[in-house]
């Protein structure tokens, strides 16, 4: 069927804003990728970097060549693999019972947990709990506090409330217990939200860094984040290679520079969370509708 001249100006107009987006959001990552293999007098230069003559890996060689990134990197999947499996599992098993309209007091739990949405106890209270609680300095000061969102309860619970109540009773009349139901029949079905908030939690824990400056002061346990925070507010070559765990080192010689360090660097701990978004992308959008409308 033919188009009319409507239909044909706004598809043009849509594509055009879509390749400015996809324009200013590959960007930022070329122009870092540039750098960290630019040699130092190309990196050092002020302006756009959107390709190089002389490209080098040595800025790659050197942030790995010391261990401290990589153990980071342990303590980044650590969090993030533990995070996200409890967060994920917990607020299902929370949220199930709260779709169920014959819960006792249902109202009332739900208002409780949207409470927690608008007020907390701040910051020094929080503190003063994970202490008592001698999770200071451990893996789990940085998992336990953030492990259960009211909003990601809401979401989870509204999309329960969309399943068919028929098939848990057919299950039901088969002999199968709650669990037994949970398990088999209603997380399989729940696909898209539990993919949906693996992918918010996988993305929170690997971004947060504010947590590890707050619960870890020993200096063993270093997440990514922190690493990246610390590197781009030492920009000076003695300073960074400081915070790298690099003794005696003479980056006049080298064939990279702080620049370069700091752009390789920030692409190694953001690039690996944004190749997990491509399979969990199917299953995101459907999630994130249902569970928002449904209930």
Same mark, same amino acid.
Request: glycine share 6%; aromatic share 12%; charged share 15%.
């Given at each position: 069927?033919?188009?009319?001249?409507?239909?044909?100006?706004?598809?043009?107009?849509?594509?055009?804003?879509?390749?400015?987006?996809?324009?200013?959001?590959?960007?930022?990552?070329?122009?870092?990728?540039?750098?960290?293999?630019?040699?130092?007098?190309?990196?050092?230069?002020?302006?756009?970097?959107?390709?190089?003559?002389?490209?080098?890996?040595?800025?790659?060689?050197? =942030?790995?060549?010391?261990?401290?990134?990589?153990?980071?990197?342990?303590?980044?999947?650590?969090?993030?693999?533990?995070?996200?499996?409890?967060?994920?599992?917990?607020?299902? !098993?929370?949220? *199930?019972?709260?779709?169920?309209?014959?819960?006792?007091?249902?109202?009332?739990?739900?208002?409780?947990?949207?409470?927690?949405?608008?007020?907390?106890?701040?910051?020094?209270?929080? *503190?003063?709990?994970?202490?008592?609680?001698?999770?200071?300095?451990?893996?789990?000061?940085?998992?336990?506090?953030?492990?259960?969102?009211?909003?990601?309860?809401?979401?989870?619970?509204?999309?329960?409330?969309?399943?068919?109540?028929?098939?848990?009773?057919?299950?039901?009349?088969?002999?199968?217990?709650?669990?037994?139901?949970?398990?088999?029949?209603?997380?399989?079905?729940?696909?898209?939200?539990?993919?949906?908030?693996?992918?918010?939690?996988?993305?929170?824990?690997?971004?947060?860094?504010?947590?590890?400056?707050?619960?870890?002061?020993?200096?063993?346990?270093?997440?990514?984040?922190?690493?990246?925070?610390?590197?781009?507010?030492? /920009?000076?070559?003695?300073?960074?290679?400081?915070? !790298?765990?690099?003794?005696?080192?003479?980056?006049?010689?080298?064939?990279?520079?702080?620049?370069?360090?700091?752009?390789?660097?920030?692409?190694?701990?953001?690039?690996? =969370?944004?190749?997990?978004?491509?399979?969990?992308?199917?299953?995101?959008?459907?999630?994130?509708?249902?569970? /928002?409308?449904?209930?």
């Amino acid at each position: 069927m033919k188009k009319s001249v409507g239909e044909r100006v706004f598809n043009v107009v849509n594509v055009g804003i879509m390749l400015f987006i996809c324009v200013t959001i590959v960007f930022p990552f070329v122009q870092q990728f540039v750098i960290s293999i630019s040699p130092p007098d190309e990196s050092s230069k002020i302006g756009l970097h959107m390709f190089t003559g002389n490209p080098t890996v040595d800025a790659y060689k050197q =942030i790995f060549a010391t261990g401290s990134l990589l153990e980071s990197y342990y303590w980044t999947i650590l969090r993030t693999v533990l995070g996200t499996v409890l967060t994920v599992v917990v607020s299902a !098993m929370l949220a *199930y019972p709260l779709s169920k309209r014959y819960l006792l007091g249902r109202k009332m739990w739900m208002g409780l947990i949207i409470f927690t949405m608008f007020f907390g106890g701040g910051l020094i209270p929080t *503190y003063l709990l994970i202490k008592e609680l001698h999770m200071l300095n451990t893996v789990w000061s940085l998992v336990i506090p953030g492990l259960c969102s009211a909003y990601t309860i809401v979401i989870i619970r509204n999309f329960f409330t969309s399943l068919p109540v028929e098939v848990e009773e057919s299950a039901y009349m088969d002999g199968a217990n709650d669990f037994s139901i949970f398990f088999t029949i209603v997380l399989p079905l729940s696909t898209p939200i539990i993919a949906t908030v693996t992918l918010w939690s996988m993305v929170g824990q690997w971004n947060s860094w504010f947590d590890a400056m707050i619960y870890i002061s020993n200096g063993e346990i270093k997440v990514l984040q922190i690493i990246l925070r610390d590197v781009l507010n030492n /920009a000076q070559d003695a300073a960074l290679a400081n915070v !790298m765990g690099i003794e005696n080192v003479d980056m006049s010689g080298q064939r990279y520079t702080a620049e370069s360090v700091k752009a390789a660097i920030l692409l190694v701990t953001t690039i690996p =969370i944004i190749m997990v978004y491509p399979f969990l992308q199917k299953y995101f959008v459907k999630g994130i509708m249902i569970g /928002a409308v449904k209930g």
